[in-house]
């Protein structure tokens, strides 16, 4: 979406030219200048007192108090009275939006279901066979693209039908403001969804970690050149109960087979906060990968540790955040993370993301805290993440939802609009995209 802050000027001769040409039919001839985008506050100084009225309007096209444009079918360049009323459409939140207003966020809105039979990608979905599903963790690809990361996928609605443990989604959408819509998704020579690696599906069991209920992706990304995804291996539900967390590895640009990286798995017995690992790049240091990680369930605290790009599958070089500012490499750092546990995020945090916000110059993590989905910010990656505010609550149309997604690339509005990917459990079990736009 372009916004104009600075109008483009008409140089004057070509001015000239347009009044002159006008002065016969209008009185007081005035140019209206582009304004499209810009804020409410400075339309006085944008048309230099031109005689206008406002006029709202619902909408999702851009942030409440941002200007649309002219109404009555005008435009930047046309030649209006100076005196007469042009109206000035203004966007205004949709009723449906939830009022927030905490000191960081204004309003949360959603603009649409994702997934699903009533989902923005409904028929390129319901071909390749997906009902119901979850999460939607999205990530840079090598070639720039976005791919998301689904969870359990049923073939009819809610949980019926055929079960795939996960599936990829990929999309080149820039315009999030009518929902966020699928490029393609990853299927296999029949055209049905074909996952980055299938669970077992057995019934599970609490002692035995052999036994696997579902494979459930926690993250990706894209480093020298190559794509990684990680998941987490289901071996009970109640209590929630991970195995490992392992590291996958495309073989080719088509994303249908995916590879185990030798020695990038984590076992519930060697590291016990590494159940859920969510990997992301870090702009203050460009040359590490980073990872926050917590346990299974959405109790447990957040842990970081990193790696040197040049180092990505060579567990014995990853470190570990052991206290403030303080990293210890392999072994050493997991017996002492393991011992002593230093958390960014105290326990209480669920499916967690984390991104550089550029509007607010910190480091955003979101996560399922306080009763909804809460961001967390902070000035360093380490920490601490001292500032907390609720981004989405847990009001209507949102009841039961336990996952909100990031990504640098789900932002406009020079990043005061964040989209997350929604997961919800009831009253659809599907994703939704929703706007938190902030302060």
């Excluded at 088509?254 to 590879?259: I, K, L, S």
Aim: hydrophobic fraction near 35%.
């Amino acid at each position: 979406m372009k916004i104009f802050q600075n109008p483009p000027k008409t140089p004057l001769f070509l001015l000239i030219l347009l009044i002159s040409s006008c002065s016969n039919s209008i009185k007081n001839p005035y140019i209206l200048p582009e304004i499209c985008g810009a804020k409410i506050e400075n339309l006085d100084s944008l048309l230099n007192d031109k005689t206008y009225q406002i006029k709202e309007v619902q909408t999702t096209k851009m942030i409440e108090g941002r200007i649309l444009g002219y109404g009555q079918d005008l435009k930047a360049g046309d030649i209006v009275d100076k005196f007469d009323k042009t109206v000035i459409e203004v966007a205004k939140r949709m009723d449906t939006a939830t009022n927030v207003d905490n000191g960081l966020v204004k309003y949360c809105n959603k603009i649409s279901t994702t997934t699903g039979p009533d989902g923005v990608n409904a028929e390129l979905l319901t071909e390749a066979g997906q009902g119901g599903t979850d999460l939607g963790i999205p990530f840079t690809l090598n070639d720039g693209r976005i791919m998301l990361l689904f969870g359990d996928t049923f073939s009819a609605e809610k949980m019926g039908g055929f079960w795939n443990s996960n599936f990829m989604a990929i999309t080149t959408d820039k315009d999030l403001t009518d929902g966020l819509n699928f490029d393609s998704v990853i299927t296999n020579k029949l055209g049905m969804i074909k996952p980055f690696a299938q669970g077992k599906h057995e019934s599970g069991s609490l002692e035995d970690v052999d036994q696997e209920i579902t494979k459930i992706p926690t993250g990706g990304i894209s480093v020298n050149g190559n794509n990684y995804i990680f998941y987490m291996s289901i071996h009970y539900w109640a209590p929630w109960s991970i195995a490992y967390n392992q590291c996958l590895k495309a073989t080719d640009d088509t994303f249908t087979e995916w590879n185990e990286v030798e020695g990038l798995r984590w076992n519930k017995s060697e590291l016990s906060n590494a159940g859920q690992i969510y990997p992301f790049l870090n702009p203050q240091e460009p040359n590490y990968v980073y990872f926050t990680s917590i346990p299974a369930g959405r109790n447990g605290g957040a842990i970081l540790f990193r790696v040197l790009k040049e180092n990505f599958e060579n567990k014995n070089e990853y470190e570990y955040l052991v206290g403030p500012e303080t990293y210890l490499k392999g072994d050493a750092g997991i017996k002492e993370i393991n011992e002593n546990p230093y958390y960014i995020i105290n326990p209480g945090a669920g499916e967690p993301s984390i991104m550089y916000s550029k509007y607010l110059n910190k480091r955003l993590y979101s996560t399922c805290k306080n009763g909804g989905i809460s961001f967390l910010l902070a000035d360093k990656v380490e920490g601490p993440y001292n500032e907390q505010y609720l981004a989405v609550t847990n009001d209507s149309p949102f009841i039961n939802f336990y996952g909100g997604f990031v990504h640098e690339a789900f932002t406009d509005t020079d990043g005061q609009r964040i989209y997350i990917q929604l997961s919800e459990y009831n009253p659809i079990y599907n994703t939704s995209l929703v706007e938190v736009v902030l302060e």
